[in-house]
């Protein structure tokens, strides 16, 4: 069931008042449109992919998101923090990929979840997948856990207060040479598409915090032999 607030936009009712703002935003599409997008004159067509950007909320901690670490194993972004998330199967939609596929790699029960909204497709490189970010609401948490060791190092849920803390804040230099939003979170450190994804929904959130954008760091010295090693690896199949 959905309410019209004063803007005139139909918000679910089951939302929080904190998530209402990031509803607002994913509806009008302010501060949320595309970041990344493919560039011209690529061969064939994107792979498409989903995920999903869960909000719960702890009863001490209060609002959250849930994060995997992806096995330094696979192909595709081995080792980094992400959102659960992997390729469209044919014939699916977005929302049914992202709520799948952070059931099969958390054991997440897809019952517990309102949707709130479905954010622009962003461009992936190197692993030239089309991403759609689907919001949810985690209205009626369940445990989680890594389902398969193969493809999850870890599931975390991290406090939003943490993440939007200004000593967890900075910028780390990519592969490319260019420099991006990082966070760290405990032995964490989220960057890259994640990060650039979360710096974008906690603006529109309207829980941004001031901090240093002027503290820039290299990458880890693991953590940048792992995304080299993904820029030289051919494309594969995993998500």
């Known amino acids: 069931m959905n309410v019209v607030d004063a803007m005139g936009l139909q918000i679910a009712d089951a939302l929080p008042d904190w998530l209402r703002p990031l509803a607002r935003a994913a509806a009008t599409g302010e501060g949320l449109g595309p970041r990344f997008r493919r560039p011209e004159g690529l061969v064939g067509e994107p792979r498409r992919s989903a995920v999903l950007i869960l909000f ?20 595709n972004h081995p080792g980094q923090p992400a959102f659960p998330g992997g390729k469209v199967d044919p014939g699916e939609g977005p929302v049914a990929t ?4 952070a059931n099969e790699e958390t054991d997440l029960d897809p019952a ?27 209205r009626a948490p369940t445990p989680v856990r890594v389902r398969d060791t193969r493809e999850v190092a870890s599931v975390v849920r991290i406090a939003v207060s943490d993440l939007v803390d200004p000593a967890n804040r900075l910028c780390v230099g990519h592969p490319s040479g260019r420099s991006g939003p990082a966070f760290e979170a405990g032995s964490l450190l989220i960057w890259g598409f994640t990060a650039a994804l979360l710096d974008g929904v906690l603006k529109a959130g309207g829980w941004e915090r001031p901090w240093d954008t002027g503290r820039v760091e290299p990458l880890p010295r693991e953590v940048l032999a792992l995304a080299v090693r993904n820029l030289a690896a051919p494309g594969g199949e995993d998500s």
Do not use: N
């Open 112 to 138: 517990g979840v309102e949707v709130f909204g479905v954010l622009p497709d962003q461009y992936v490189f190197p692993s030239d997948f089309l991403v759609t970010p689907v919001l949810g609401w985690w």
């Open 98 to 101: 992202a709520l799948r596929e």
């Open 56 to 75: 719960g909320e702890d009863p001490v901690a209060g609002p959250d998101l849930l994060f995997v670490e992806r096995a330094k194993t696979l192909r």
